[in-house]
């Protein structure tokens, strides 16, 4: 087919992946219009701003993992690494049989410090001998996929699952460890397996030699901030949302907009950027295997609640905030105590008298918890910060931020449904996709994939303009 220069590239979804690939394209073809259809009435997706108490700050993603550069590349590279900075404290607690526990030092739960972990004590006598028999278990071979949760099981017992890892996995995808893929979402891990017989001595070995480089960054004013910089200069077309994807001669079409009285573009090329169901129905008639496996993809739905506390009247805290586990039968999944984990946070709230805090609830399949209005979820979350830290009055203002369908569950097997989608993808030429279903669901791995699917468009369009600064 030949490709039809005066054509834009279209970029649907206006995300961090969105957003970024539109970027990767405009910069790599000057020449060449590239659109972005963003459904919503702004931009940013899941890193998004609102004003708690006269503060604006995070409602969606709230911190960036440092030690993948795409993302604070990416900051420096919109003109905000000025405004990059490191969490005060990520010293979290785990909140289980009515105590804040320190949550040990371990490799996504995989403890690489006996000490740390007995001394927190998260698990009973027992749950502790099973961990410290790990090396002496016959070496696990592993074969394919399985979950999480049956890794940990194996190797560590229910117990370190159940308290420690099950916890830490559901604050990343709001899933269940016996379901989640250990390839897909815990890779460090599988491969810690594959060069000690004992993971316990694996995760030791690794946590020693790991660097003290700060782990996360954050952006002061909140990483909602991110998206808003990259949407500038872009041609982005807000409360757009793309309804129809056609072939055409000369590329695409995309329907957009109204369902009744679309609108519509054509492209050279086209990049989606979407959830996976969002996904799944708009490669329907053109990708029909990836729409398919796109749809086997499911989604788990949360909220995130934002307080403002007078600051006078709020409990003495430690550390940057805690997370609960399942089986202590809470309805939060975890606090985050902004105003100590970010100094911006602080010094904003400090000058009105406030401090902020957030909690999250709501699980993969648990969507009923979630089920009820704003001022009751608002209820429970003082219930549980009653009975975690002693909480005694209520929020002075507060923000309650619901993320339906907002995390992509990487179901044992994921890998290998990623691979089926992306080679449908690859038999239409000038199609690409990115975005948290694929590659990981944290913006540095979103932001990878756009890179990614840039590269694509440009394969496309034959031309190899100037290569990405910001790559994997
Ligand atoms: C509560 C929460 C907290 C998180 N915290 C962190 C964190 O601290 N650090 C971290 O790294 N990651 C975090 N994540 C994960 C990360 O934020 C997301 O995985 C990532 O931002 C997803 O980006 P995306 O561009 O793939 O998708 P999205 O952000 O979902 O963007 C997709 C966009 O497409 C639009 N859209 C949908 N349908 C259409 C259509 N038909 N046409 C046009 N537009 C459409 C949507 O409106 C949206 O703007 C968090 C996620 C959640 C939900």
Redesign the pocket.
């Known amino acids: 087919m030949e490709v039809t220069p005066e054509l834009p590239v279209v970029v649907?979804?206006?995300?961090?992946?969105?957003l970024t690939a539109a970027r990767e394209v405009r910069r790599r073809h000057p020449g060449r219009q590239v659109l972005v259809?963003?459904?919503?009435d702004r931009v940013?997706?899941?890193?998004r701003l609102e004003e708690v108490g006269g503060v604006t700050l995070d409602v969606?993603?709230?911190?960036?993992?440092a030690r993948r550069p795409e993302a604070v590349d990416l900051v420096r590279d919109v003109g905000l690494g000025d405004d990059l900075v490191h969490p005060a404290t990520t010293k979290a607690r785990i909140w289980s049989r009515g105590r804040l526990c320190p949550l040990p030092r371990s490799v996504m739960g995989i403890p690489g410090d006996l000490d740390d972990l007995r001394a927190s004590g998260i698990l009973s006598a027992a749950g502790m001998a099973r961990v410290e028999g790990e090396p002496g278990l016959p070496r696990k071979i592993l074969d394919g996929d399985l979950s999480v949760g049956d890794l940990v099981v194996d190797r560590f017992g229910t117990e370190l699952l159940d308290r420690v890892v099950e916890p830490l996995l559901g604050g990343v995808y709001a899933g269940h460890a016996r379901e989640i893929s250990a390839r897909a979402a815990i890779p460090q891990v599988v491969a810690l397996l594959a060069g000690n017989p004992s993971l316990l001595h694996a995760a030791e070995d690794s946590l020693a030699a790991a660097s003290d480089d700060p782990v996360f960054a954050g952006i002061v004013g909140g990483v909602g901030r991110l998206p808003q910089e990259l949407a500038r200069g872009l041609d982005v077309r807000l409360g757009e949302?793309?309804?129809e994807l056609r072939r055409t001669p000369e590329g695409f079409r995309v329907l957009h907009g109204s369902a009744y009285r679309p609108s519509s573009v054509d492209a050279a090329a086209v990049v989606v950027?979407?959830?996976p169901p969002?996904a799944s129905r708009?490669l329907g008639p053109l990708a029909p295997a990836a729409a398919t496996v796109l749809a086997e993809v499911e989604v788990a739905s949360?909220a995130?609640v934002t307080m403002a506390f007078a600051a006078e009247q709020f409990p003495r805290v430690e550390g940057s905030g805690f997370l609960v586990p399942p089986v202590d039968g809470r309805s939060i999944k975890a606090a985050t105590y902004s105003f100590r984990k970010w100094d911006w946070v602080c010094r904003a709230g400090a000058d009105k008298g406030l401090v902020h805090l957030r909690a999250?609830l709501g699980r993969h399949r648990e969507e009923r918890e979630l089920q009820r209005d704003d001022f009751e979820l608002v209820d429970t979350v003082v219930v549980d910060l009653a009975a975690a830290i002693g909480l005694q009055s209520g929020p002075v203002d507060w923000h309650v931020q619901r993320?339906g369908g907002?995390?992509p569950q990487y179901a044992v097997g994921h890998l290998d449904r990623v691979a089926r989608i992306r080679s449908a993808v690859a038999a239409v030429p000038g199609l690409a996709v990115c975005?948290?279903t694929y590659d990981g669901?944290?913006?540095?791995a979103?932001i990878a994939s756009a890179v990614a699917a840039a590269d694509q468009v440009d394969r496309h369009l034959g031309v190899s303009g100037p290569q990405g600064t910001m790559g994997p």
Request: one cysteine or more; a negative charge.
């Open positions: 649907i979804g206006g995300g961090i992946a969105g259809l963003e459904g919503s940013g997706g899941k890193l969606g993603a709230e911190s960036l993992l949302p793309a309804i950027a979407l959830p969002n708009l949360m995130v999250s993320w907002g995390l975005g948290a669901v944290g913006v540095p979103c």
